[in-house]
């Protein structure tokens, strides 16, 4: 069975400005590592030069589309499916952050999605990098998964002051290739889970 997830509109338009040019939280151990670096402009939201990784085992297309449900300029997303182990399959459209800067600032600061489902991070290689979630308002969940999409593991995340000394890390179960970031307690409507599997490429369905 296959179903197609509606993607949400939470706030208004300055909201949504906000959101996207603050993109938010990100590794808190080497690739990412260290003090988030100033928030990205709204303009500076666009694909990584070359286009996104090549990925094994995941049809991640070169470039991900423009946004076409925001109408920001820049802002970057892809089409992405959950199959769960049922094999019921969830589609949805995410926010990509595919070279060091964006996947460091991740979420930060950002309390509307504008629509989209969450954000997914991108790497060429295996990693396992944990995250955490210093200036990150808004309570989230993280899943991980390896070069082949498939499940490593998820946990909820909570939200920590800038001026918080010690942070917590959440740490992954094993290396993974992508990891993708959703308001907390999402990630049961997308099917995630253990068993499931993660699909990206193609441009979003139309938010209507």
């Known amino acids: 069975m296959t179903t197609a997830r509606s993607t949400r509109r939470r706030a208004s338009a300055v909201a949504l400005a906000v ?95 504008g629509g989209y489902d969450g954000m997914v991070f991108v790497w060429d290689h295996d990693v396992e990098t944990g995250f955490w979630m210093r200036n990150t308002p808004t309570p989230l969940s993280i899943a991980w998964f390896d070069a082949a999409g498939d499940f490593v593991s998820a946990t909820d995340m909570e939200p920590c002051p800038d001026d918080e000394e010690d942070c917590p890390i959440y740490p992954p179960e094993g290396p993974y290739r992508f990891a993708v970031e959703v308001f907390q307690g999402d990630l049961d409507d997308l099917g995630v889970g253990p068993g499931s599997r993660l699909t990206l490429g193609g441009a979003c369905a139309d938010a209507g």
């Open 19 to 113: 959101t996207l040019g603050l993109a938010g939280c990100g590794g808190a151990s080497g690739d990412g590592a260290g003090t988030p670096a100033d928030p990205l402009a709204v303009d500076e939201l666009a694909p990584p030069a070359g286009g996104a990784p090549a990925v094994e085992g995941v049809d991640l297309p070169e470039a991900p589309g423009p946004s076409e449900r925001t109408g920001l300029p820049g802002a970057v997303e892809t089409a992405a499916s959950i199959t769960a182990a049922d094999g019921t399959v969830t589609g949805c459209c995410l926010l990509v952050a595919a070279d060091a800067e964006r996947r460091q600032r991740g979420l930060m600061e950002v309390t509307d999605l």
